[in-house]
């Protein structure tokens, strides 16, 4: 099953896409992850990118889609995967479709006021990936990850100023997509100003439904 998890920033791909990861037992990929692993790293492409992420805007396409062909070419992506935050841009959604087919486009949608608490209070971890935030879904220790045990950190473009502005980009340059998945009859919306286990649920019933008209 190939899965996209789309939504402006903060509506909760990420948390959702690890728990729709663990339950269908496929890959969660999320070009979000993968940029700021190689700015961590300091690679060609994280010295390329950091400044542009750090400023909200989005990633060059072309860099992008190698990213994302190279990882769906993965042995573990045979049977699936989720994208979260790919495609962001029209380019990038035509790209896609050369590569492949997606079976359903899952798109979060939540007031911009909520996103801008929810990105303020995220807390991620370095090591694992875990995504907390202080209110809504705290460590059970505060500034430590539950799984692991790292001390947890903010994203460096989660500040108030440059999540406005990506919240901006967004609008400008991927809700288009939406009518694009929506005219194909791939796109379910989904409320995502419910808690975190009620969004959960009304994913897993939309995946459900996609399942069922498989043979
Ligand atoms: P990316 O990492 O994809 O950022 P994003 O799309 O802005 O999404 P976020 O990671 O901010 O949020 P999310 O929706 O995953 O929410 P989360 O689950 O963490 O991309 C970062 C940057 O990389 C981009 O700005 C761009 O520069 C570049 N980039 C990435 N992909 C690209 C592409 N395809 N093309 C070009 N450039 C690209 O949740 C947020 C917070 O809310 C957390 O604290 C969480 O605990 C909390 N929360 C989640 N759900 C709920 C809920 N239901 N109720 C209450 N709180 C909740």
């Known amino acids: 099953m190939?899965?996209?998890?789309?939504?402006?920033?903060?509506?909760?791909?990420?948390?959702q896409a690890q728990k729709l990861s663990k339950r269908y037992g496929i890959p969660?990929?999320?070009?979000?992850?993968?940029?700021?692993d190689h700015v961590a790293r300091k690679t060609p492409i994280g010295m390329k990118v950091k400044e542009i992420l750090d400023a909200g805007r989005l990633g060059p396409d072309d860099l992008?889609?190698?990213?994302?062909?190279?990882?769906?070419?993965?042995?573990d992506c045979r049977d699936g995967y989720l994208l979260d935050g790919f495609p962001r841009t029209m380019n990038q959604a035509r790209e896609l479709e050369k590569m492949t087919d997606v079976d359903l486009v899952l798109n979060i949608m939540v007031d911009p006021e909520v996103l801008v608490e929810r990105a303020v209070?995220?807390?991620?971890?370095?090591?694992?990936?875990?995504?907390?935030?202080?209110k809504f879904n705290p460590p059970k220790r505060q500034g430590i990850c539950d799984k692991c045990g790292s001390p947890l950190i903010q994203r460096d473009d989660d500040k108030e100023e440059?999540?406005?502005?990506?919240?901006?980009?967004?609008?400008?340059?991927?809700?288009?997509?939406i009518e694009y998945y929506r005219s194909k009859g791939k796109l379910v919306d989904i409320d995502g100003s419910k808690g975190i286990e009620g969004v959960f649920e009304q994913l897993v019933n939309a995946v459900e439904g996609v399942r069922k008209t498989r043979p």
């Open 64 to 75: 992008i889609v190698q990213m994302i062909k190279e990882r769906v070419s993965q042995p």
């Open 2 to 15: 190939k899965l996209v998890i789309f939504g402006p920033p903060s509506a909760g791909k990420g948390t």
């Open 162 to 177: 440059t999540v406005r502005r990506r919240l901006k980009v967004y609008q400008e340059q991927t809700a288009p997509l």
């Open 121 to 134: 209070g995220r807390r991620i971890c370095p090591k694992c990936g875990a995504v907390y935030h202080v």
């Open 28 to 36: 969660q990929i999320s070009t979000g992850d993968l940029l700021r």
